[in-house]
């Protein structure tokens, strides 16, 4: 069943290394899917979020929200494959109807209260594209041509991350974002809100026929 479930600050690793945040998982809010012989493994994964009773309000924000971001997920994906050359509705039946996606609610705290400045190692995403709502206070750094480039806040915006899947589509034309958080300074706590986007769960992702002069510089996936 999927569940909002809290993750302790070290708990988890990136390369080896402890990732200093908690954060809360929010999947799609969907009922259970029966099981038996036959039923694929996929199917397991769909189920309803445990909400906490004593924070009522907390799920219908967070099911606006997801609403919002998926309509703006679909909106961008559709620009994506417009500029790949291709029909806009180039990905739609890998989505269509039960997009697969999830949402975090991240807190990094200080450096002061963590043994590492690694808020989360370098990685990507794996799904289409990654919207990203971010506080006021700095971490999120992406890879660029070897070095390390600070994603500073601007108030009111998104970040927008590329996923695996259209890296995987595009044959590697288009590159995910490699990203990683720098812990925040003694005393400073970063909250983000990532919305990962991403295709249904029993979708296979196509490789799409780019035209000549963009396929000359598609370099495989990573």
Known sequence: MAEPRPRCAGGELTKGKAD???QLDIGVERPTIAQGPGIPAWTRLQGPNQWPHAL??????LLAWQSKA???????LKAFALSL???EDAFDAIYRDEPNHRMKIVRYPGRDATGDD???GAHK???FLTLLLQDENKG??????GNWVNVDPIPQTLVVNIGELLELASNGYLRATVHRVVT?????????VPFFFSARLDATIPLLDLPEDLAAEARGPA
């Open 140 to 145: 999120l750094q992406v890879e660029y041509n």
């Open 118 to 120: 690694q808020g989360v």
């Open 20 to 22: 200093w945040r908690e």
């Open 85 to 87: 050359d291709q029909p």
């Open 70 to 76: 998926t309509q703006v997920a679909i909106r961008l």
């Open 184 to 192: 925040p300074p003694p005393g400073v706590e970063r909250i983000s």
């Open 56 to 61: 009522p309000e907390l799920k219908p924000a």
């Open 125 to 127: 995403d794996g799904g």
